[in-house]
């Protein structure tokens, strides 16, 4: 491409750039030049030539390939809303930068699983078929009145099944289907990293997860973690930190009081009888007065308002001052006041929180002192009261119950036990005595169920299953008490488990969450090429259509009024 033009038609072919719209596409022609550095009045100026730019082209044709509409505009500050999702992709390098570091991440873990690790990766049908896993699915009508697929809500019976067919070890980049309120920053469709070993345990899961999410680390941010992950069981992470995915960073762990608290006390915090009460520490500031002010802003702010509304009792909110009484301790009781003083390490400014809870067993994800924690964490952070916590605290937290109260509204297994499974129906209790307690104590059962936690989210989850085919059923039928109808839908599942099927665990980590907590970003949309809106709809494409009348027809579906 010799440049035989002219100064003038160099000069034309200038105004012709400078003529076209930005952003419109072109092709061009030139003749790529070794940039020369202008000289440079200083070295830091010498360094940032040398970034822009070594080579330069001279321009001697510039042709279009497409227009850019003027009723487009865009200029520094456009800010392109969700319909114009393409253009947020376009403008936003961030968000172009985080699907290449999606993708790169998801190189990784394949090379370090499939070429390190003997994994094999196998795609399982999306066109699955309704079974009570546990969430809601999505169902796909078929052209037989009356028949449906459903999405899967995860690979998890097909991978159980290719534990039976003689694949030692199972994984796929998997695309998940859940039909869930979608508030908590959860899409209904999204991927996980699903991986299952047989003859295996739930040790030997997490021995290898753990070993290919530090090198994850390792090699996307250079960070190394040489400690093993800490574990913690259900049981602790619930009672210390008021979560079962705790962030351990914040510090502020849980202590029980009640026994040191004098009754008129508990009376006033709450209506419970006979209640749990728990206290907390936040080094909020070291200026009481300051304290009382982070206090009441959080009082006024709309985050205080679950807490306030608590059935259970009110949060009671103290300020460690040593110019009061007892260091404003003083409803507390003297002893109470001088050992809750020594315990918690109490100096001025110091938040003391105090909140009562039924005295019963752990259930759920959080407790309402475990959200308190977290919300006046948030909000001392969000008023520049303490600095954001940084860096990666990672946890694997054990021994789930393996049931738990069923929740209205929520799919479950629907049986009629009252409860349904923490993690899902194939999970295997721990132990030989958990195996007992199925026949005694169902509630009582822990399961072989761990998930992996860092900085406060669950990256993911797993177990080991049961791979005995009586115990399995024994599990749906006696203990869950699924209906004869339900249990039919697990048939496939018995049947695979009674060929001689063996010990078998595995996994999942969310891969779009696991993304999104590497990038320090708050939503996984910002991770996503085509996230779906908080009402489950792809605004660009205007999803999902309602259905017309032919399509209606084709399915052999009615619309109810
Ligand atoms: N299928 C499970 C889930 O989606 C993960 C697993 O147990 O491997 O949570």
């Not at 505009?73 to 290449?100: C, G, N, P």
């Not at 009356?146 to 030692?168: D, E, H």
């Not at 301790?329 to 315990?343: D, K, Q």
């Not at 697990?490 to 063996?502: K, N, Q, T």
Request: proline share 7%; hydrophobic share 40%; charged share 25%.
């Amino acid at each position: 491409m010799a440049s035989n033009k002219t100064s003038s038609e160099e000069g034309s072919v200038f105004e012709k750039l400078g003529g076209l719209n930005i952003e419109t596409p072109v092709a061009i022609e030139g003749k790529i030049k070794t940039r020369k550095a202008k000289a440079s009045s200083s070295k830091a100026e010498e360094g940032a030539v040398q970034q822009v730019a070594e080579v330069e082209i001279e321009l001697t044709k510039v042709s279009p390939l497409n227009h850019f509409p003027k009723d487009i505009m865009i200029t520094q500050d456009s800010v392109f809303s969700a319909e114009q999702r393409h253009l947020q992709l376009r403008m936003e390098k961030s968000l172009r930068d985080a699907l290449a570091f999606r993708s790169k991440a998801a190189s990784i873990l394949r090379t370090e699983l499939c070429e390190g690790k003997d994994f094999v990766e196998i795609e399982t049908p999306l066109l699955f078929k309704s079974t009570p896993e546990g969430a809601r699915e999505f169902l796909v009508p078929t052209r037989t009145p009356g028949l449906a697929y459903a999405l899967p809500q995860s690979p998890q019976q097909y991978k159980q099944i290719l534990m039976a067919s003689g694949i030692p070890r199972y994984v796929q980049f998997a695309k998940c289907f859940r039909d869930e309120d979608l508030r908590a920053d959860r899409q209904p469709e999204f991927t996980q990293v699903d991986l299952e070993m047989s003859f295996a345990t739930g040790e030997d899961v997490m021995t290898t997860v753990e070993a290919v999410v530090k090198t994850l680390w390792q090699k996307l941010l250079g960070i190394s973690h040489e400690e093993p992950f800490p574990r913690l069981s259900y049981e602790d992470a619930m009672s210390t930190y008021g979560s079962d995915k705790p962030d351990v960073r914040l510090g502020s762990k849980i202590s029980r009081v009640e026994y040191m608290l004098p009754v008129d006390l508990i009376r006033k915090i709450g209506p419970l009888h006979d209640p749990i009460v728990e206290v907390l520490k936040i080094p909020i500031s070291a200026d009481a007065k300051e304290t009382r002010g982070f206090v009441t802003k959080f009082m006024d702010s709309p985050a205080a308002k679950p807490f306030n509304e608590n059935p259970e009792g009110q949060p009671g909110i103290f300020i460690c001052d040593p110019r009061k009484p007892l260091s404003g301790l003083s409803v507390f009781g003297f002893e109470a006041a001088e050992t809750i003083e020594e315990t918690l390490d109490l100096e001025e400014g110091d938040l003391v929180v105090l909140q009562a809870r039924k005295n019963a067993p752990h259930a759920g994800g959080s407790t309402p002192l475990g959200n308190l924690r977290l919300a006046l964490h948030k909000f001392a952070v969000q008023h520049n009261y303490m600095p954001a916590p940084q860096g990666f605290e990672f946890l694997w937290i054990t021994d789930f119950p393996l049931f738990s109260p069923s929740v209205a509204n929520e799919p479950g297994q629907g049986g009629a036990a009252g409860f349904s499974s923490t993690h899902h129906p194939f999970t295997a209790p721990k132990t030989a005595e958990d195996v007992d307690l199925l026949l005694t104590d169902p509630a009582a059962v822990k399961a072989e169920h761990y998930d992996l936690v860092v900085n406060g989210v669950e990256l993911g989850g797993g177990s080991r299953r049961i791979h005995s085919a009586a115990m399995q059923q024994f599990v749906l039928r006696e203990v869950l008490k699924m209906s004869e109808e339900r249990l039919k839908d697990f048939d496939h599942l018995i049947e695979v488990l009674r060929a001689g099927c063996p010990p078998h665990a595995g996994m999942a980590l969310g891969f779009d969450r696991l993304i999104a907590v590497m990038l320090g970003k708050e939503s996984v949309r910002d991770v996503i090429a085509f996230p779906k809106s908080g009402r489950g709809e792809d605004l660009l494409v205007k999803s999902p259509t309602r259905m017309t009348e032919d399509q209606l027809k084709t399915y052999h579906l009615k619309l109810r009024e």
